[in-house]
């Protein structure tokens, strides 16, 4: 007997795994490699419905590339895991805001 599949909690553990991959890898990684991972993140979650996850995705790569802030990737990694189970679908812009205040917020800003 085949088990089926939810292919909403297939892209889910998808994007949770490459965001715990990334977290994992981090030490070892070079700024292009980060800047690589996150945006895979971003495309995979923008091609999904992940709004949530697509929007700290895109602040993060902005942040990385304009200037390393390499001790605040955790920190926006660990909103993206918490955001993979937030609605899916376009974030209105005051969501968008409550996610990234979360940032600031963990942050110490």
Do not use: K
């Not at 990334?22 to 991972?37: D, R, W």
């Not at 940032?103 to 110490?108: N, Q, Y």
């Amino acid at each position: 007997m085949a088990i089926q599949t939810d292919p909403f909690q297939d892209i889910q553990n998808r994007i949770s795994g490459q965001i715990g991959a990334l977290a994992e890898a981090l030490p070892h990684c070079a700024l292009a490699q980060i800047v690589q991972g996150i945006d895979d993140i971003r495309c995979l979650a923008r091609d999904h419905g992940f709004g949530a996850v697509e929007t700290l995705a895109s602040r993060l790569e902005s942040a990385v590339a304009g200037g390393g802030y390499r001790a605040a990737i955790l920190t926006y990694l660990d909103a993206m895991s918490d955001a993979v189970a937030a609605p899916r679908g376009p974030l209105p812009s005051g969501a968008q805001e409550a996610w990234l205040a979360l940032v600031a917020m963990r942050l110490g800003h």
